[in-house]
């Protein structure tokens, strides 16, 4: 059997996208299917905005978000602005339960991320832990603490965020880049 991950296309996504100076942006894509992990975990987020200053969810989404706890920008997904949206945030996050439905999904996001160069803070689960490498690509979180201290640790070190977000990069160019999964299942299918 031949395991066949998730894959995109790098190329789209620029690290180099300017970055707002007066904000840290703390990004979250997703759709209305996803909508209850992202306010599962806006009491965290509010409390590490707290500790943060200049720290805003932006939200890429079909949909708005009250959060009057945290300041907030929405972005109406679209497949022409994602990569350059995503690009110009701080810091990618991907909060998700660890559940029988969250055990088959891919962590497409945190590849997004990745590819844009961004550090990532996902939750400690399995789709995750097959992307991230966990203090150097980004950070794992079990519970509440964990994510605040991640979070707080990225935004006071922007070397650490800038060298996770080149690490991610780097994993996903070599791992999870289109060329590199067709390469994977012209190799499988040839073995049949």
Do not use: N
């Amino acid at each position: 059997m031949t395991l066949v991950p998730t894959a995109l296309e790098p190329a789209r996504y620029d690290p180099a996208t300017a970055k707002p100076r007066d904000a840290l942006d703390l990004v979250w894509i997703g759709s209305s299917s996803t909508r209850r992990y992202l306010e599962a975990a806006l009491p965290v987020l509010a409390r590490a905005a707290g500790c943060l200053p200049g720290a805003r969810l932006k939200v890429i989404a079909d949909f708005d978000l009250p959060a009057p706890e945290l300041p907030a920008v929405f972005v109406p997904w679209s497949e022409a602005s994602e990569a350059a949206e995503i690009a110009s945030a701080h810091i990618g996050l991907s909060p998700m339960p660890d559940d029988p439905w969250t055990r088959g999904k891919c962590g497409l996001k945190v590849l997004q991320y990745m590819a844009a160069g961004l550090p990532v803070v996902a939750s400690d689960v399995r789709a995750h832990r097959d992307i991230v490498i966990h203090g150097e690509t980004g950070f794992l979180a079990s519970d509440p603490q964990q994510w605040v201290a991640a979070l707080s640790r990225l935004a006071a070190d922007a070397r650490l965020a800038a060298a996770m977000g080149a690490r991610g990069r780097a994993r996903v160019e070599e791992q999870f880049a289109v060329r590199e999964i067709f390469r994977e299942m012209l190799a499988a299918l040839e073995s049949l």
